[in-house]
């Protein structure tokens, strides 16, 4: 870890650089006094670690009582590929792969090996998350999806075990079909959760606190350390 501080309310704050493969990836590590577990940020299509929607919802899973971490699923020069071709914002193997990396280097550092993991996912980021999930089982707590793309996990929707919850803007047309399809294949616990009158990026007012709202309780739920593997 590059950088430790200490906030006035005791939050640990780490810049840490992740190995991914041949790739490292920048990620804001933020864990609140005796965290109860971790929440992996996945961001969407264009996005980044920076995302002003996911940072809220980070804050607000932060207070009660879970870590966050946002990170790049791109480096600055796919970043700049991905800008000219969206090809890459759309390759699960690739996305899903990095989160996997990401997964093993948080099991395996001493501030956060001892914390259940869940996964919120945004846009094609859902489908990242999802995919990372079917593939490392018990090894996920819970899963949140936000005007995600479920269907990107294609095949492996009936694999995840991960508790998954669903959250979709009910002005959403296309996504909402896309979650109701992706809904109906998955095994594990799961629900789907509209907001009424949201559009894709939330953006109408309240949508987000919502989203957050929404988001917290089913960590909460699913992270409680008496959950994690032994």
């Not at 005791?10 to 804001?28: F, K, N, Q, R, Y």
């Not at 940072?55 to 971490?69: K, N």
């Not at 699960?92 to 001892?114: C, F, I, P, S, Y």
């Not at 789907?192 to 007012?205: C, K, N, Q, S, Y």
């Amino acid at each position: 870890m590059n950088e430790r501080q200490t906030t006035p309310q005791a939050e640990e704050v780490h810049s840490v650089d992740i190995p991914a493969g041949e790739a490292t990836l920048d990620g804001d590590l933020r864990l609140p006094p005796q965290a109860r577990g971790l929440v992996l940020f996945v961001h969407g299509s264009g996005s980044s670690r920076h995302s002003p929607r996911n940072q809220y919802v980070a804050q607000v899973i932060r207070a009660a009582g879970l870590g966050t971490l946002l990170f790049d699923l791109l480096t600055p020069e796919e970043e700049r590929i991905d800008l000219r071709t969206p090809f890459l914002r759309f390759d699960m193997d690739l996305l899903a792969g990095r989160l996997e990396e990401v997964t093993a280097w948080v099991a395996h550092t001493d501030a956060t090996r001892h914390l259940r993991l869940g996964y919120f996912g945004a846009s094609t980021g859902g489908g990242a998350a999802l995919v990372a999930a079917a593939r490392l089982g018990q090894g996920i707590g819970a899963v949140v999806s936000r005007g995600g793309r479920p269907d990107l996990a294609g095949a492996l929707l009936p694999q995840v075990l991960a508790p998954t919850l669903l959250i979709v803007g009910g002005r959403d047309e296309v996504v909402l079909q896309l979650n109701e399809a992706a809904y109906a294949q998955l095994q594990c616990a799961k629900a789907l959760r509209i907001v009424p009158g949201a559009t894709h990026l939330f953006e109408e007012p309240g949508a987000l606190d919502e989203v957050a709202r929404l988001a917290t309780e089913w960590f909460q739920q699913h992270l409680h350390p008496a959950s994690k593997p032994t």
